[in-house]
Structures are given as structure tokens and as C-alpha cells.
């Protein structure tokens, strides 16, 4: 309320003649809205607790049975490759055992289900509050007292005419699935599950917004919902480990640092997003100490900082003593080993209420920067687009309108994209962070791949950020051409980078007392049922073919232009696409199933007429594609914008020539060399066997068998020792056609942690 005060005013304003809402509405909207956004950090945050901070119940392994051989030898290997890091040893053994442990539902334990529960509740309280903020909405939009438009027909038409109606509606039903379900869930992933919902329910009120009103709303918006969702996971997260403070030590100290890592980093991006989303909307620094929006920003800045603090006096004095702390053991008898035992817990207990005084504190000054950041969304910012000279190019583009296209422009005016540019720069440093660990365990990582990687992050950056991102709204020309790269082009080295298996090999798997890490997440998204249908050879070949049609050839380009986060999409969908098609051909990574080289080349052979017949279509069509979007463009300069799709259909049948033959290329040179593994295999066994015609005499042997005929049988000098090093006699099972170890397809077909050298 301070804040609303500060931002606009003791009371709301009445001019003469002019209908208002009342000052019931003036306190209640701010008021709904604010413990609305309490209630969504604390759903957030319990599940955040029990999904992640928390650790989960180990499930005992079944013994019902007597491991075979085989899962012997593969634990063996793994366990080895675990310790040593070996590529080849991690391909050869990973893969059962991981598959195994990646794919097991882990029950949460008593407290974890306890988080969730408290989610649910506060999910309701939620669902509440949006409902009201819903009809206080209404009430101060049309300048209407609460009580005169709290009426069904009035909701439902406000609802289905308005962006700020949808997107409370949206939160709405999202809460009520939260409240509904959060009190029955007994697993990490069903948790995991409704802590991705509620970080959905966050972003809708983003939309609706100051931001997306904003020149550079695509930006804004970008940084607004970055900056929430960080703030919410800091705020949540500390409210949910303070709920757990009764775990034992050797449980609740590995949460706290786990906790403690993962709040740095999101108070670390709440801070970044913060400072850029002010900077939009301030546009210098004399507002902030000149308007009344630029106070509470800095009222909100100093929280932030007091925040920082607290958190690192909390990292100093509490999280060191209590992630060492250990559980205590117990002797048979069940009496506690160890003469410190009671002194050690008289520790414990007082810097857990170290831990609980500072937390709280910094847990209520977040609060307090929660209510400033309601007020601010009531405050008119000093940079009001409504005071800008109309211009309807600007209004679509969200900049002014950039002068005439030229190579030079298009790969020096560059136009930051800054949610491209963030998230390449992010993958660049965790992939060079990956490749220093390998280093420092003695293991080799390829130079090629390395490069591979940075060079198709660079792809990105350009065809993005650069001048192709400036005029790629502009022209379709360079619309077109911007998704040919991020499609076509920078998947190819992306895949060839092989991330996921260098993830795995570097990760460290988790620690006592959780069961699961980054690592064990990783794995077991590899073995979900969501990665089996998206990389299914089917669906990926429709997908990369069928999404062009379907965005080009009807109206969905004009919806998606218009919309502030529309064009983002598109960039995303398309990389993702282009990745997934790349993948499946010439990648290396693991996935759940690959198709043989014959099927790959099938695959991407029959990608190239759909491009042609795209490109033609588009050539010869005579009505402007998204008319609605480039028809209501004012551009002073170059060719019609009907010569410009000409263009960018000639575009799309070139970009589906060219990449495909390099890509051939790429997998006739793999098929090569798995078949020159693989006879260099072959050959090693035959050699350590003894004799040379030792596997096609057993072969011989195993088809007369199989004919009823005479089995023609050499001497036993001669095939003594080859039987002897294949384990036995010569029975009717045929010999393995290959090893899986020789296999360069990132363990065969499965997802494990091994990978292409």
C-alpha cells in the first residue's frame, strides 16, 4: 500500500463529469493482486522444495532375482567409467544400469509430500485472488464500481475481449490444477510436473503489462518474465527449505547448499533482467531520483541489494557447518556412535536457528519488494509510447522503421536479440565449463566438436541479432532467410558439437543423501516418454516438413507477427526442429532409437522435394503472403512486397539444395567409418581367438545345423582354441553380428552416457 501511495497518489483520482471505479476498487485491485502474487511464489516455491531441494526416497533394488552376466559386466563398466571417465568404457556400460536408475518414479519422503500439500493450499488461496484481482480488473477498466459489473455476461464478455482478461483467466485455471492435484502427489516427477504449471501460471500478467505496451515490447517482456520467475524461484525456494527445517541434519544441510547454489544464480539473473527492464522503461538515470515510478524502483533495487546481503551472511555462518553435517550412525543396539554425538546436536540445533532468524528476515524483505513490484505495476513509467508521434510502422515493429537494406546493413546494423544472445553465450560457457572438467579428469574431448558447438552458437547469434533481426520483420525476404539458417544451417554443427554427451560424461552423479542430480535428470529425460515421441524418425520429418507449410502457406504468419512474443517463437520452433531432423541424421548424441544409415539418407532425401515445391509455391503465388503484417508495412525504399516474397521463395528452394548434399556427405563419410570399426572389431576378436577362419567355421557350423546336414569339424588343434575363447562349445545361438562398444551411434540406440568419440 506504501507503494501504491508512493506510485499514484493517497486516493484515486476523480475529475468532474468523469465516472470512477471508488476507492473500493482503488485499495482492492492492488491488494487481490498482491496477495495473489505471495500465494503464486509460495505454490512455486514448495514445489520447488519437494520436485528439487529435497531429497526423495531411494527406492531399494529388487532382488527378486540373480543379476545375469551381462548387468554384472555392464555395472562393472559403468562403475568404472563413473570413477575414470573413459568415453569408451562409459559407451560400452552405462547404458543398462542408467536406463534403469533414469526411468524409476523416486517417492518423496514425508516432508516433500508435506511441501506439496502446502502448495496446493496455497494454490487455492491463488486461485482466489486471481478471480478477484479478475473483477476489480473489470471494475477499474471500465470505471465502474465493484458491485455494478460483478455480473456473468460482463465477466465473460471482458474475458473474451481483452488480453488482460485471458491472461487472469489463464492463471486461474492453472492455479486450480495446482490445487486440485498437489495434495496427491507422491513423486519427484509428478511434482517436477506442477512446479513447471505454476511457473506457467507466473507469465500471462506479463503480457498484459507495461512491457508489452513498451517500444521494445518483444524485450521488455522477455526480461520481465525472466526477471519473475527468478525472483520467484529465490523467494519461493527459501520459503519451501524453511519449511523443512526439521529434517535431520545430514538431509536438511545438502538441501540448504543445493539451495544455496541455486539462489545465487537466480538472484544473480533477477538482478541482470531487473536492471534491463528498468533501463527500457526509464530511458536514463534522472528518473530515478525525478519520477515517482523511478523511486519505487530504486526503493525495489535497495531491497534487492539488502536481499544479497542477507543471503550472503546466510552462506557464510550457516550453510558451511550445516551441508558438512553428517547423519548420525547407531550402533545395533540403536544407541548413537559417537562420544560428541549430543554436543554435535546442541551445534546443529543452534545454527539451524541461526538459519531460521536470517531467512526470515531476508525472507521479508523479498516480501516487502513483492508489494513495490505491485505497486509498480500501478504506477505510469516516465517513458509513455502514448506521447510518441503516431506511427504505424513503429507501432508493429516496435522501433522506427530502418533505411534502406544493404549487404553491409544486413551484417553490421546489428539489433540485439538479447534472449538468443543470452541463452548462446549461457551454452557456450557451460560447454567449455564441461570440456575444462574433462581436461582436469585426464579425459579427451575432440577439438572438431568444440568448434562444431561454438560455431553453430555463432550461426545463431547472427542470424538472429544481426541486421537480419532488424529487417527480418521488415522484409521477407530476410524472414525467410533468417529460418533457413536457424533451421538448415546452425543445427548441423550444433549436433555435431554432441552436448548432451559431453553433459553426461562430465556431470558427477549425485551425492547422499539425493538420490537424483543434474545428472540423473538428464538421464531420465532422455528415457521420458515426451524425448521418445518428439525424436520418433516419423514425427521430426513431419514436423521439419510440415511446419513450413503450415506457418507459410496460411494465416498463422500474420497471427504470430502481431503477437509480442510471436516472432520469438518462430526463431525457437525452428531451431528446435532443424536440431531434432539434424540429429536423428549426423548427431552422436544418445537418443531412444536411430534408424541405419540407408533410412537416414531416406530421410533426408525425402526433406528436398518439400523444400522445392515450398520455394515454387511461394514464387508463383500472386497474393501477399501475411498481407495483414507486411501489407500494413510503410517501407519508403526497395522492390514491392510482392517481388520480395519472390525472392524469399527462391530462398527456400536454395536452402533446401545445399545444406541437404553437405549433410549427405557427412553421413556416407559416418557410414564409412562405423563399417571400418566395426571390421577392425571383428578382426581384434578373431585375432585374440587364435585362428582366423575360427568365427566362419562356427558360422559354418551353426547354418549345417540349422539344415539338418553334417557339421564339417576341423581338427581340435586347429578350432580348440578358438572355442575355448568363446566360452564353450559350439551351440545352435549364432555369434553376435556386432559389438555395441564398436557402435559410433552414442551407445546404439539407447540414451546412456556414452556417446561418439
Same mark, same amino acid.
Given at each position: 500500500m506504501?507503494a501504491?501511495?508512493?506510485? =499514484?497518489?493517497p486516493?484515486?483520482?476523480? *475529475?468532474?463529469?468523469?465516472?470512477?471505479?471508488?476507492?473500493?476498487?482503488?485499495?482492492a485491485l492492488?491488494f487481490?493482486r498482491?496477495?495473489?502474487?505471495?500465494?503464486?511464489?509460495?505454490t512455486?516455491?514448495?514445489?520447488l522444495?519437494?520436485?528439487?531441494l529435497?531429497p526423495?526416497?531411494?527406492?531399494?533394488?529388487?532382488?527378486?532375482?540373480e543379476?545375469s552376466?551381462?548387468?554384472?559386466?555392464?555395472?562393472?563398466?559403468?562403475?568404472?567409467?563413473?570413477?575414470?571417465?573413459a568415453?569408451?568404457?562409459?559407451?560400452?556400460?552405462?547404458?543398462?544400469?542408467?536406463r534403469?536408475?533414469?526411468?524409476r @518414479?523416486?517417492p518423496?519422503?514425508?516432508?516433500?509430500r508435506?511441501?506439496?500439500?502446502?502448495?496446493?493450499?496455497?494454490?487455492?488461496v491463488?486461485?482466489i485472488?486471481?478471480?478477484? $484481482?479478475?473483477? =476489480?480488473t473489470?471494475?477499474?477498466v471500465?470505471a465502474q464500481p465493484?458491485g455494478?459489473?460483478?455480473?456473468l455476461?460482463?465477466l465473460r464478455?471482458?474475458?473474451?475481449?481483452t488480453e488482460q482478461g485471458?491472461a487472469?483467466?489463464?492463471?486461474?485455471?492453472?492455479?486450480?490444477?495446482v490445487?486440485?492435484?498437489g495434495r496427491?502427489v507422491?513423486?519427484t516427477?509428478?511434482?517436477?510436473?506442477l512446479?513447471?504449471l505454476?511457473?506457467?501460471?507466473l507469465l500471462?500478467?506479463?503480457?498484459?503489462?507495461?512491457a508489452?505496451?513498451?517500444?521494445?515490447?518483444a524485450?521488455?517482456?522477455?526480461?520481465?518474465?525472466?526477471h519473475?520467475?527468478?525472483?520467484?524461484?529465490w523467494v519461493?525456494?527459501l520459503l519451501?527449505l524453511?519449511?523443512?527445517v526439521?529434517?535431520?541434519?545430514?538431509?536438511?544441510?545438502p538441501?540448504?547448499?543445493?539451495?544455496?547454489r541455486?539462489?545465487?544464480?537466480?538472484?544473480?539473473v533477477?538482478a541482470?533482467s531487473g536492471?534491463g527492464g528498468?533501463a527500457l522503461?526509464l530511458?536514463?538515470?534522472?528518473?530515478l531520483w525525478?519520477?515517482?515510478?523511478g523511486?519505487?524502483?530504486?526503493?525495489?533495487?535497495?531491497?534487492l541489494i539488502?536481499?544479497?546481503?542477507?543471503?550472503g551472511?546466510?552462506?557464510?555462518h550457516?550453510?558451511?557447518?550445516?551441508?558438512?553435517?553428517?547423519? @548420525?550412525?547407531?550402533?545395533?543396539?540403536?544407541?548413537?556412535?559417537?562420544?560428541?554425538?549430543t554436543?554435535?546436536a546442541?551445534?546443529?540445533?543452534g545454527t539451524?536457528?541461526?538459519f531460521?532468524?536470517?531467512?526470515?528476515?531476508e525472507?521479508?524483505?523479498?516480501t516487502a519488494?513483492?508489494g513495490?513490484?505491485?505497486g509498480?505495476?500501478?504506477?505510469?513509467?516516465p517513458?509513455?509510447?502514448?506521447l510518441?508521434?503516431a506511427?504505424?510502422?513503429?507501432?508493429?515493429?516496435g522501433?522506427p522503421?530502418p533505411?534502406?537494406?544493404?549487404a553491409?546493413?544486413l551484417?553490421a546494423d546489428?539489433?540485439i536479440?538479447?534472449?538468443?544472445?543470452s541463452?548462446?553465450?549461457?551454452a557456450?560457457g557451460l560447454?567449455?565449463?564441461?570440456?575444462l572438467?574433462?581436461?582436469a579428469?585426464?579425459?579427451r574431448?575432440?577439438?572438431g566438436?568444440t568448434?562444431a558447438?561454438?560455431?553453430?552458437l555463432?550461426?545463431?547469434?547472427?542470424?538472429?541479432s544481426?541486421g537480419?533481426?532488424?529487417?527480418g520483420?521488415?522484409?521477407?525476404s530476410?524472414?525467410?532467410t533468417?529460418h533457413?539458417?536457424?533451421?538448415?544451417l546452425?543445427p548441423?554443427?550444433?549436433?555435431?558439437?554432441?552436448?548432451?554427451?559431453?553433459?553426461?560424461r562430465?556431470?558427477?552423479p549425485?551425492?547422499?543423501?539425493?538420490?537424483?542430480?543434474?545428472?540423473?535428470w538428464?538421464v531420465a529425460?532422455?528415457?521420458s516418454?515426451p524425448?521418445?515421441?518428439?525424436?520418433?524418425?516419423?514425427w521430426v520429418?513431419a514436423?521439419?516438413i510440415?511446419?513450413?507449410y503450415?506457418?507459410?502457406?496460411?494465416s498463422?504468419l500474420?497471427?504470430l507477427m502481431?503477437?509480442?512474443?510471436?516472432?520469438?517463437y518462430m526463431?525457437v520452433?525452428?531451431?528446435?526442429?532443424?536440431?531434432?531432423f =539434424?540429429?536423428?541424421l549426423?548427431?552422436?548424441?544418445?537418443?531412444p532409437?536411430?534408424l541405419p544409415h540407408?533410412?537416414?539418407i531416406i530421410?533426408?532425401?525425402?526433406?528436398?522435394?518439400?523444400h522445392?515445391f515450398?520455394?515454387?509455391?511461394i514464387m508463383? $503465388?500472386?497474393s501477399l503472403?501475411a498481407?495483414?503484417?507486411y501489407?500494413?508495412?510503410?517501407?519508403?525504399?526497395?522492390?514491392?512486397?510482392?517481388?520480395?516474397?519472390h525472392?524469399?521463395?527462391?530462398?527456400?528452394w536454395?536452402f533446401?539444395e545445399?545444406?541437404?548434399?553437405?549433410v549427405l556427405?557427412?553421413?556416407?563419410i559416418?557410414?564409412?567409418r562405423?563399417?571400418?570399426?566395426?571390421t577392425?572389431a571383428r578382426?581384434r576378436?578373431?585375432?585374440a581367438?587364435?585362428?582366423?577362419?575360427a568365427?566362419?567355421?562356427?558360422?559354418?557350423a551353426? *547354418?549345417?545345423?540349422?539344415?539338418?546336414g553334417?557339421?564339417?569339424?576341423r581338427t581340435?588343434?586347429?578350432?580348440?582354441p578358438a572355442v575355448?575363447a568363446?566360452?564353450?562349445p559350439?551351440?545352435?545361438?549364432?555369434p553376435?553380428?556386432?559389438?555395441a562398444?564398436?557402435?559410433?551411434?552414442?551407445g546404439g540406440?539407447?540414451?546412456s552416457?556414452g556417446?561418439?568419440?
Amino acid at each position: 500500500m506504501l507503494a501504491l501511495v508512493v506510485g =499514484f497518489g493517497p486516493g484515486p483520482l476523480r *475529475l468532474p463529469g468523469l465516472p470512477s471505479s471508488g476507492e473500493g476498487t482503488y485499495w482492492a485491485l492492488p491488494f487481490a493482486r498482491l496477495v495473489g502474487r505471495i500465494a503464486s511464489v509460495a505454490t512455486l516455491g514448495w514445489l520447488l522444495a519437494a520436485a528439487v531441494l529435497l531429497p526423495a526416497r531411494r527406492v531399494p533394488v529388487r532382488r527378486d532375482r540373480e543379476p545375469s552376466s551381462a548387468d554384472a559386466t555392464a555395472t562393472r563398466a559403468g562403475d568404472a567409467a563413473t570413477r575414470t571417465g573413459a568415453a569408451a568404457t562409459a559407451r560400452a556400460g552405462d547404458a543398462l544400469p542408467e536406463r534403469a536408475a533414469g526411468s524409476r @518414479q523416486r517417492p518423496l519422503t514425508s516432508t516433500a509430500r508435506r511441501c506439496g500439500r502446502y502448495a496446493a493450499d496455497a494454490a487455492v488461496v491463488w486461485l482466489i485472488a486471481t478471480l478477484a $484481482e479478475l473483477v =476489480f480488473t473489470l471494475s477499474d477498466v471500465s470505471a465502474q464500481p465493484a458491485g455494478d459489473v460483478f455480473d456473468l455476461h460482463a465477466l465473460r464478455s471482458f474475458v473474451a475481449s481483452t488480453e488482460q482478461g485471458r491472461a487472469l483467466l489463464t492463471v486461474a485455471a492453472l492455479a486450480a490444477v495446482v490445487a486440485i492435484v498437489g495434495r496427491t502427489v507422491t513423486t519427484t516427477t509428478a511434482a517436477g510436473v506442477l512446479l513447471a504449471l505454476a511457473a506457467i501460471g507466473l507469465l500471462p500478467p506479463v503480457l498484459a503489462g507495461h512491457a508489452a505496451t513498451s517500444g521494445d515490447h518483444a524485450i521488455a517482456v522477455v526480461a520481465l518474465a525472466v526477471h519473475i520467475l527468478a525472483a520467484s524461484a529465490w523467494v519461493g525456494g527459501l520459503l519451501g527449505l524453511l519449511s523443512a527445517v526439521r529434517l535431520p541434519a545430514g538431509s536438511f544441510g545438502p538441501a540448504l547448499r543445493r539451495h544455496s547454489r541455486f539462489a545465487a544464480g537466480a538472484a544473480a539473473v533477477t538482478a541482470v533482467s531487473g536492471i534491463g527492464g528498468a533501463a527500457l522503461r526509464l530511458g536514463g538515470f534522472a528518473p530515478l531520483w525525478e519520477t515517482r515510478y523511478g523511486l519505487l524502483v530504486t526503493l525495489k533495487a535497495v531491497g534487492l541489494i539488502a536481499a544479497v546481503v542477507l543471503g550472503g551472511l546466510l552462506r557464510r555462518h550457516v550453510v558451511a557447518r550445516l551441508a558438512t553435517a553428517t547423519p @548420525q550412525t547407531t550402533t545395533a543396539a540403536g544407541t548413537a556412535a559417537g562420544a560428541g554425538a549430543t554436543a554435535e546436536a546442541g551445534t546443529t540445533a543452534g545454527t539451524v536457528g541461526r538459519f531460521i532468524r536470517l531467512a526470515g528476515v531476508e525472507l521479508t524483505v523479498l516480501t516487502a519488494t513483492l508489494g513495490l513490484a505491485v505497486g509498480l505495476s500501478r504506477t505510469a513509467p516516465p517513458v509513455d509510447d502514448a506521447l510518441v508521434p503516431a506511427d504505424p510502422t513503429r507501432a508493429l515493429l516496435g522501433y522506427p522503421m530502418p533505411p534502406p537494406v544493404t549487404a553491409v546493413r544486413l551484417a553490421a546494423d546489428w539489433r540485439i536479440d538479447w534472449v538468443f544472445l543470452s541463452a548462446s553465450v549461457i551454452a557456450a560457457g557451460l560447454y567449455l565449463a564441461g570440456l575444462l572438467r574433462l581436461r582436469a579428469r585426464g579425459v579427451r574431448w575432440p577439438v572438431g566438436r568444440t568448434i562444431a558447438w561454438l560455431s553453430g552458437l555463432a550461426v545463431v547469434v547472427f542470424a538472429t541479432s544481426s541486421g537480419l533481426g532488424r529487417y527480418g520483420p521488415v522484409l521477407l525476404s530476410v524472414h525467410m532467410t533468417q529460418h533457413m539458417l536457424l533451421s538448415m544451417l546452425a543445427p548441423i554443427p550444433l549436433v555435431l558439437g554432441a552436448p548432451v554427451t559431453l553433459a553426461l560424461r562430465a556431470m558427477h552423479p549425485a551425492r547422499a543423501p539425493h538420490p537424483s542430480g543434474p545428472r540423473e535428470w538428464l538421464v531420465a529425460l532422455l528415457h521420458s516418454w515426451p524425448v521418445r515421441v518428439l525424436t520418433h524418425p516419423a514425427w521430426v520429418t513431419a514436423n521439419f516438413i510440415g511446419s513450413l507449410y503450415a506457418l507459410y502457406l496460411t494465416s498463422l504468419l500474420t497471427t504470430l507477427m502481431h503477437n509480442h512474443l510471436g516472432h520469438l517463437y518462430m526463431n525457437v520452433h525452428f531451431l528446435a526442429v532443424g536440431v531434432l531432423f =539434424f540429429e536423428l541424421l549426423i548427431g552422436v548424441d544418445p537418443l531412444p532409437r536411430r534408424l541405419p544409415h540407408p533410412g537416414r539418407i531416406i530421410m533426408l532425401l525425402s526433406a528436398v522435394p518439400f523444400h522445392t515445391f515450398l520455394g515454387i509455391a511461394i514464387m508463383s $503465388e500472386s497474393s501477399l503472403l501475411a498481407a495483414g503484417w507486411y501489407g500494413r508495412l510503410v517501407r519508403p525504399w526497395g522492390v514491392s512486397a510482392l517481388s520480395d516474397q519472390h525472392t524469399a521463395g527462391a530462398i527456400v528452394w536454395a536452402f533446401g539444395e545445399l545444406p541437404t548434399f553437405a549433410v549427405l556427405i557427412v553421413l556416407v563419410i559416418q557410414w564409412s567409418r562405423m563399417d571400418d570399426r566395426r571390421t577392425r572389431a571383428r578382426e581384434r576378436r578373431i585375432a585374440a581367438a587364435g585362428d582366423v577362419d575360427a568365427e566362419l567355421d562356427a558360422y559354418n557350423a551353426y *547354418l549345417a545345423r540349422l539344415a539338418g546336414g553334417p557339421t564339417r569339424r576341423r581338427t581340435a588343434a586347429t578350432i580348440g582354441p578358438a572355442v575355448t575363447a568363446a566360452g564353450g562349445p559350439i551351440t545352435t545361438t549364432p555369434p553376435a553380428p556386432r559389438d555395441a562398444a564398436d557402435d559410433d551411434e552414442g551407445g546404439g540406440g539407447r540414451a546412456s552416457a556414452g556417446g561418439g568419440g
